[in-house]
Structure formats: structure tokens, C-alpha cells
């Protein structure tokens, strides 16, 4: 048996020349396992950060919801990405044409925070949504060690996805003759803001539109009556209206717009047998949520002859694509 001396594990050819390549190219199978071959504790916390964040499954219990999941994911994630720094995981790998084109849009949207109409809500939108994106970008970017952790990451997304659609789905559902909401008792909605002033149609021309549309698609039944009340004060156009509309089964709708109003108010109350539905259009997240609320009526004896009880559950805000409600 011939000896294994170290020229001959280096890979030693017939004519005395020396393979001096390193060991894992002579033997595959002693190569070192890959950087990303299990999980640790920085992926856990930011697969945990994706599925609250960005799944949103927290909202579909009160207990996670009450723990502040992605907040606790977030800043343990973050501060283990800055102690460990070691291997794929340096900082200064995550520099690249995306996160240039990144920081650039986040100084960008910065700077317009002065000249924007409304800055209240574009320092809230650039300080607490873009500015905490673009850092946790950052983040599960430099955590990713190889093409595994990508995998994980995307199957934990789509994981949380599933959970929330299938509970959402059977929890409650807009449309249909017997949506979830139970029998409908009354929508609500005020569009109200100061202008802008039209010239050729008045207020209810201008954003009734919108409710009806609404309207429309969620009560399937025709109106009975129709009650609407204005007044004009500027430009001979009616710039107050009050929209009343009838339908059968008891349930009514009332639609306030306005012009002259000091705030800029898009809301919209759906009451029904079972849940209660709030949209306000202002909200840059969370545009829709439902609300496990009513109140039921029972028969008593006596002067307690008609009992009213309160019901006071969970609330879910089911995420909405941003797309034109009025898009053809």
C-alpha cells in the first residue's frame, strides 16, 4: 500500500509535479458546509420581522398584537446585524447601486417634506414609513448569507401570506347577498375638504361620485327614495350637500361633502347585523378595518321587557392594494 505523504494528498502528477491545490478541490466531501446551512438567531428575528411587518399576521390575534411583534423583531434584528459582523455579514457589502438609488430617494423625499401640501403627513410618511424601510432594507439585506436564506425568507412571506388570506377569508367578506357584516343597517360617509372650487359643477357632482360608486357595489339592492338638501354661499354652485338614500330591508345611507370645510376628512362608517366596517382614506396604512362590534336585543319579563346588550370583539385591517378606486 502505497504511503500517503503530503505531496501525494496535495495531489502529486506522474512527472514529480506537484497539484498544490487546496485540499476541497482533491476531496469534494471534505469541503466546509455552507455559510447558510441552518438557521440562526439574526434570520429567526427577521423572518419574524417579515412575517408581522409585512404578513401582518399579528393583527389576526389579540394576544401578538398586544406584544408588539414587529417592533421587538425589528430592534433585535437590527442590533444583532450591528454586533455581528463577520463573514457575508459585514456592512459595507450591502453597498451597491440599489441602496445608492435608495438613500437618494429617502434624501429626496426628505427635502420635499418642506413644500408638500400637507406636511404633517409627509414628515409622518417619510420619518415613520420610507425611513424605517429603507433600514430594514439594509438589514435583511446584509443578514442574507446565500441563496438558502433568500429561500427561507421567501418561504416565511408566503406562509404568512396563506395564514392571513385563510383567516380573513373566513372571518369576514365584502359582496354577496350574505356577506359576514350580517344585514346591513346604514352607511355613512363624509367627504369634506376646503376646495377646490369648481366652475362647472357643484359639490355633489364633484365628490358624491365616489360613495355612489361604493355604494353600488355593496348594496345590491335598488334605492327607494332619494333625499338631497344644498346650499350655495360663493360661486352660485352648490358647495354644502346632504345626500340621503332609501333602501329596502331598513337600511339607509347618508353622504355628507362639503367644500367649506377647515379639514380634510374621507371616512366611511359601514354598520352591520354582525361587524362594523371603518375606512378612512387618509390613513396611509391600515385603510380598511373591521370591527367585531354590535349590539343585540333580547327578550326580557316585565319592565325588562326588551334587553339591549353590547358586543365588543376583535378588530382586523385586512390589507388594500393602492390602486384608483374609480379605474375603468
Same mark, same amino acid.
Given at each position: 500500500?502505497?504511503?500517503?505523504?503530503?505531496?501525494?494528498?496535495?495531489? $502529486?502528477?506522474?512527472?514529480?509535479?506537484?497539484?498544490?491545490?487546496?485540499?476541497?478541490?482533491?476531496?469534494?466531501?471534505?469541503?466546509?458546509?455552507?455559510?447558510? $446551512?441552518?438557521?440562526?438567531?439574526?434570520?429567526?428575528?427577521?423572518? /419574524?420581522?417579515?412575517? %408581522?411587518?409585512?404578513?401582518?399576521?399579528?393583527?389576526?390575534?389579540?394576544?401578538?398584537? !398586544?406584544?408588539?411583534?414587529?417592533?421587538?423583531?425589528?430592534?433585535?434584528?437590527?442590533?444583532?446585524?450591528?454586533?455581528?459582523?463577520? +463573514?457575508?455579514?459585514?456592512?459595507?457589502?450591502?453597498?451597491?447601486?440599489? %441602496?445608492?438609488?435608495?438613500?437618494?430617494? /429617502?434624501?429626496?423625499?426628505?427635502?420635499?417634506?418642506? *413644500?408638500?401640501?400637507?406636511?404633517?403627513?409627509?414628515?409622518?410618511?417619510?420619518? *415613520?414609513?420610507?425611513?424605517?424601510?429603507?433600514?430594514?432594507? !439594509?438589514?435583511? =439585506? +446584509?443578514?442574507?448569507? *446565500?441563496?438558502?436564506?433568500?429561500?427561507?425568507?421567501?418561504?416565511?412571506?408566503?406562509?404568512? $401570506? =396563506? %395564514?392571513?388570506?385563510?383567516?380573513? /377569508? %373566513?372571518?369576514?367578506?365584502?359582496?354577496?347577498?350574505?356577506?359576514?357584516?350580517?344585514?346591513?343597517?346604514?352607511?355613512?360617509?363624509?367627504?369634506?375638504?376646503?376646495?377646490?372650487?369648481?366652475?362647472?359643477?357643484?359639490?355633489?357632482?364633484?365628490?358624491?361620485?365616489?360613495?355612489?360608486?361604493?355604494?353600488?357595489?355593496?348594496?345590491?339592492?335598488?334605492?327607494?327614495?332619494?333625499? $338631497?338638501?344644498?346650499?350655495?354661499?360663493? &360661486?352660485?354652485?352648490?358647495?354644502?350637500?346632504?345626500?340621503?338614500?332609501?333602501?329596502?330591508?331598513?337600511?339607509?345611507?347618508?353622504?355628507?361633502? &362639503?367644500?367649506?370645510?377647515?379639514?380634510? =376628512?374621507?371616512?366611511?362608517?359601514?354598520?352591520?347585523? #354582525?361587524?362594523?366596517?371603518?375606512?378612512?382614506? /387618509?390613513?396611509?396604512?391600515?385603510?380598511? #378595518?373591521?370591527?367585531?362590534?354590535?349590539?343585540?336585543? &333580547? &327578550? *326580557?319579563? +316585565?319592565?325588562?321587557?326588551?334587553?339591549?346588550?353590547?358586543?365588543?370583539?376583535?378588530?382586523?385591517?385586512?390589507?388594500?392594494?393602492? =390602486?384608483?378606486?374609480?379605474?375603468?
Amino acid at each position: 500500500m502505497p504511503v500517503m505523504t503530503p505531496a501525494v494528498l496535495r495531489g $502529486a502528477t506522474d512527472s514529480g509535479a506537484t497539484d498544490v491545490r487546496p485540499w476541497p478541490r482533491v476531496f469534494p466531501h471534505w469541503q466546509r458546509p455552507a455559510p447558510d $446551512a441552518t438557521w440562526d438567531a439574526l434570520l429567526v428575528f427577521v423572518a /419574524l420581522f417579515v412575517a %408581522t411587518a409585512v404578513g401582518r399576521v399579528h393583527q389576526l390575534f389579540p394576544v401578538l398584537a !398586544a406584544a408588539r411583534l414587529t417592533l421587538v423583531s425589528a430592534v433585535l434584528a437590527l442590533g444583532l446585524y450591528v454586533v455581528v459582523q463577520e +463573514g457575508p455579514r459585514r456592512i459595507g457589502l450591502i453597498a451597491s447601486p440599489t %441602496t445608492t438609488a435608495l438613500l437618494a430617494f /429617502l434624501c429626496w423625499a426628505a427635502a420635499s417634506v418642506p *413644500g408638500a401640501l400637507n406636511q404633517g403627513q409627509a414628515f409622518h410618511l417619510v420619518a *415613520g414609513d420610507l425611513a424605517k424601510s429603507v433600514l430594514l432594507y !439594509a438589514v435583511m =439585506v +446584509g443578514c442574507v448569507r *446565500g441563496t438558502r436564506d433568500v429561500q427561507r425568507l421567501c418561504l416565511v412571506y408566503f406562509a404568512a $401570506a =396563506v %395564514t392571513y388570506a385563510a383567516v380573513v /377569508l %373566513t372571518r369576514f367578506s365584502v359582496g354577496g347577498a350574505h356577506w359576514r357584516l350580517g344585514d346591513l343597517y346604514y352607511y355613512d360617509s363624509t367627504r369634506v375638504n376646503l376646495g377646490l372650487f369648481q366652475h362647472d359643477v357643484n359639490v355633489v357632482w364633484d365628490l358624491a361620485p365616489h360613495d355612489l360608486s361604493i355604494m353600488d357595489f355593496l348594496i345590491r339592492e335598488k334605492p327607494e327614495a332619494v333625499l $338631497a338638501t344644498g346650499e350655495r354661499h360663493l &360661486n352660485g354652485l352648490v358647495d354644502v350637500a346632504f345626500i340621503t338614500v332609501y333602501f329596502p330591508g331598513n337600511t339607509i345611507a347618508h353622504i355628507n361633502v &362639503n367644500w367649506l370645510s377647515p379639514v380634510k =376628512v374621507r371616512t366611511t362608517l359601514i354598520g352591520g347585523e #354582525k361587524k362594523m366596517l371603518v375606512w378612512n382614506d /387618509l390613513e396611509a396604512d391600515e385603510k380598511v #378595518k373591521v370591527y367585531d362590534k354590535g349590539v343585540q336585543m &333580547n &327578550n *326580557g319579563h +316585565g319592565v325588562y321587557e326588551l334587553l339591549v346588550s353590547y358586543r365588543s370583539g376583535d378588530m382586523w385591517a385586512p390589507r388594500v392594494d393602492q =390602486v384608483e378606486a374609480l379605474k375603468v
